[in-house]
């Protein structure tokens, strides 16, 4: 089964400082693994998808995140912090096999918090 | 564009009161799903569709029912006997497993 664990519920940085949000999956099979972003009272969108493909993905607003198969992780990065990325994170997980049909499994989310 | 489209965008719910979440999608998803924000407790999943005419419970589905008529539409319907319905609600779709989620914009409901 799927399990997907984000280290840290809150984060903060200084505009212009590097941004690492954490995300550890477990899976039996190779998975899909994703980062999303939430601003208030909005829906989340995607920032970025491994599908194994390439374990270094970049994404949108300046954003990547490397697959580590050995630590099993999908940590999301961005180099220097602006005041507009601010909102709640989300890494989440399917599994390429059998009949789950694309359902994700959720990471309990990192909020992101941004100091001038 | 498309896109999924949740309405409304406010709903505010008297005690006793059934309440019905549109849900309506124009990506040609198979799979839909529905699920229930609170503060500090992340995504909960409560219905989900893989194909027209059928859905699984998802982990809190008690309380809540859904349909699938249509492959475009999936509502959500807040019964009575769910006692602690204010939330946000957030419905998705999916092609498939490499795709990951398309999100509409949510439903926030309150109880009055």
């Known amino acids: 089964a799927q399990s997907v664990t984000q280290l840290g519920s809150h984060v903060s940085v200084s505009e212009g400082a590097l941004v690492l949000l954490r995300c550890n999956y477990s899976?039996?099979?190779?998975?899909?693994l994703f980062w999303y972003v939430q601003y208030p009272n909005q829906g989340l969108q995607l920032l970025l998808k491994y599908t194994s493909a390439a374990t270094l993905v970049k994404g949108i607003n300046g954003f990547e995140a490397e697959f580590k198969k050995s630590e099993t992780s999908f940590h999301l990065t961005k180099p220097s912090a602006h005041m507009s990325d601010a909102a709640e994170y989300f890494c989440a997980g399917s599994n390429a096999g059998g009949t789950s049909y694309g359902k994700l499994t959720f990471g309990q989310g990192t909020i992101l918090t941004v100091h001038p | 564009d498309g896109g999924i489209t949740q309405s409304p965008k406010y709903l505010f719910r008297k005690e006793g009161q059934n309440v019905t979440l549109s849900c309506e999608q124009n990506?040609?998803?198979?799979?839909m799903y529905w699920y229930r924000q609170d503060p500090g407790q992340g995504l909960r999943l409560i219905y989900y569709s893989q194909i027209v005419n059928d859905f699984q419970k998802g982990d809190i589905a008690e309380g809540y029912s859904v349909s699938r008529e249509k492959k475009e539409s999936f509502p959500l319907t807040v019964t009575s006997a769910q006692k602690n319905p204010t939330a946000f609600y957030l419905c998705?779709?999916?092609?498939?497993?490499?795709?990951?989620?398309?999100f509409g914009s949510g439903t926030r409901l309150t109880v009055v």
């Open positions: 899976s039996s099979v190779p998975p899909y």
């Open positions: 990506l040609n998803h198979d799979a």
């Open positions: 998705a779709s999916t092609p498939g497993a490499a795709y990951g989620y398309t």
